[in-house]
């Protein structure tokens, strides 16, 4: 399994930016994943944003991030969406993707994007 994560830049506070990642290798099914967004801030660990189960039934927001960020995926096209708006500088971090198997407990990462909030 593979994680292509794009779609990171700078924006000024309170703007918006959409990220994406998608997923590719051999017969991969989204359905036995879950999936999420985690951040990771220069000189801090690395935190959990956003997660959504299989399905979409279940779908989990960090309170920093709650009312401000949508996530949403897409089980055809193998791509997940994390829709951030009203961005604030402390929401400046590498942006990274995971996909997590049911099935296995195994963990897959994207590289990382980076998303700079700044005037």
């Known amino acids: 399994v593979q994680l292509q994560a794009s779609g990171g830049g700078q924006v000024q506070p309170g703007g918006s930016l959409r990220l994406s990642c998608l997923a590719s290798?051999?017969?991969?099914?989204?359905?036995?994943?879950?999936i999420g967004w985690f951040r990771q801030a220069p000189g801090k660990e690395r935190e959990g944003v956003s997660c959504?189960?299989?399905?979409?039934?279940?779908?989990h927001y960090s309170d920093s991030v709650k009312g401000r960020f949508t996530i949403t995926r897409d089980d055809v096209k193998k791509t997940w969406d994390l829709q951030m708006n009203s961005l604030k500088p402390e929401d400046t971090a590498v942006y990274y993707c995971?996909?997590?198997?049911?099935?296995?407990?195994?963990?897959?990462w994207g590289q990382g994007t980076q998303v700079t909030v700044s005037s």
């Open positions: 959504i189960s299989s399905g979409g039934h279940n779908v």
């Open positions: 290798g051999s017969g991969i099914n989204l359905d036995h994943y879950a």
């Open positions: 995971k996909l997590t198997d049911y099935r296995t407990h195994n963990d897959y």
